[in-house]
Each structure stands twice: as structure tokens, then as C-alpha cells.
Antibody, heavy 120, light 108 residues
């Protein structure tokens, strides 16, 4: 069964950075994309970024462009999302999710979520 | 970006009843690239339907999706106690992908 196992919750101060990991298992890592999304309290799900682990091509949402980096390590089948310059409104549950390797995709398997809290 | 509006916001029904959830898009979704997800408290979303009407692996046949263009529906033919949750639609016909605000199906 495909699994996406994310790193534990994090708490950061405004202006800091956070890096969330997503360990994929039970499928060929380089044959699928990995997307990052978040769900803030009371808000709808929001797509943040996507990476093709085969060639490391990435795309990110305009809202977080310049603050987000997504990487993938095929040797450990792990994807990473780093968000810099954290703000209070970055507080959310962050998810990784598997996609097909195409520009238009849905999310067939999800990680369990990582709560990132930004607080002073 | 494409705005998805889900209705109703809350649906109060009893087990065994039929649930019909709506998702309306601000513009036509190409190739019916619409998906539906179920989310229970404290859990990640689970894919139910892609391509507007194709059930994901392992999803019971009481779940069905339909519609085209700007209007889509998710129908649960007979509500099972495990079906009480929040449901989201997502379009992937235009970039960036976007989600609806959700419909909560609660026990009446």
C-alpha cells in the first residue's frame, strides 16, 4: 500500500524557516510527482508546489513563490518542502500528496499532514 | 484562477438516506478534470472520484460522480455511518489547481 510519511509538527517564530519531509514508500518514486498543499484553520485546501522527482522540475504557487523550495531525493524516496520568511498566516497543516507526472493532476495518496505553527 | 463553490455548506441526513453534493465552477472545467475527496477530522483527504465520474481504487459503488462543464455532483446513494465527513471538490483543468470550500455531511 502506497504510503507518504511526513515529519512531526513544528513551531517557529515569524521570519524563521521550516522544512517538512515526506517519505514515500511502496511505489516507484521517480514515476510520480509529489505536490505540497496546506489547510489553514477555517480555510480551503491550497496547492503550494509540485516536483517531478525524476528530473527535479518544480512549479510553485504565485502566493508563496520566492519563499518556497521543494526538493526530492530519489535515493531515499523522500521529498522536502522548505518555507522561508514565515508569517502568522502560514500556520496550517501541510500535506504532501502523490500525483501523476503531468501538468494537470489530482492527488491520489496523501501524507498524514504536518502542523506548522507560527507564533511569537 | 477557477473558483469552486460547493453547496450546501452543511447537509444533515440520516444513515441510509441519499446525499447529493454540488460543486459549481466559475468557468468551464476542461476535459471534466474534477476530483472529489472525503476528509474526516484529524485525517488527510482521501480521493474518491477523478475525471468527474471515475471511482478511485477501493471506493464503494455507493459513491458516484457526475456533471460536466461548470456543474458537478457527488452522490452517495445510501449513507453509511462511516460516510459522515467533509467532502471537497478540486479542479485540475486549469492552473493552479483549486479546491471548493467543502460540504459537511452530518448525522441528523
Amino acid at each position: 500500500q502506497v504510503q507518504m510519511l511526513q515529519s512531526p509538527p513544528e513551531m517557529r517564530k515569524p521570519g524563521a524557516s521550516v522544512k517538512v519531509s515526506c517519505k514515500a514508500s511502496d511505489y516507484t518514486f521517480v514515476n510520480f510527482g509529489v505536490a505540497w498543499l496546506r489547510q489553514a484553520p477555517g480555510q480551503r485546501l491550497e496547492w503550494l508546489a509540485w516536483i517531478n522527482p525524476y528530473n527535479a522540475n518544480t512549479y510553485s504557487a504565485q502566493k508563496v513563490e520566492g519563499r518556497i523550495s521543494v526538493t526530492a531525493d530519489p535515493s531515499t524516496t523522500t521529498a522536502y518542502m522548505e518555507l522561508r520568511g514565515l508569517r502568522f498566516d502560514d500556520t496550517a497543516v501541510y500535506y504532501c500528496a502523490r500525483t501523476e507526472l503531468r501538468l494537470r493532476y489530482f492527488f491520489d495518496f496523501w501524507g498524514q499532514g504536518t502542523l506548522v505553527t507560527v507564533s511569537s | 484562477e477557477v473558483l469552486l463553490t460547493q453547496s450546501p455548506g452543511i447537509l444533515s441526513l440520516s444513515p441510509g438516506e441519499r446525499a447529493t453534493l454540488s460543486c459549481r465552477a466559475s468557468q468551464s472545467i476542461s476535459t471534466n478534470y474534477l476530483a472529489w475527496y472525503q476528509q474526516k477530522p484529524g485525517q488527510a483527504p482521501r480521493l474518491l472520484i477523478s475525471g468527474a465520474s471515475s471511482r478511485a481504487t477501493g471506493i464503494p459503488d455507493r459513491f458516484s460522480g457526475g456533471g460536466s462543464g461548470t456543474d458537478f455532483t457527488l452522490t452517495i446513494s445510501r449513507l453509511d455511518p462511516e460516510d459522515f465527513a467533509v467532502y471537497y471538490c478540486q479542479q485540475y483543468g486549469s492552473s493552479p489547481v483549486t479546491f471548493g470550500g467543502g460540504t459537511k455531511v452530518e448525522i441528523k
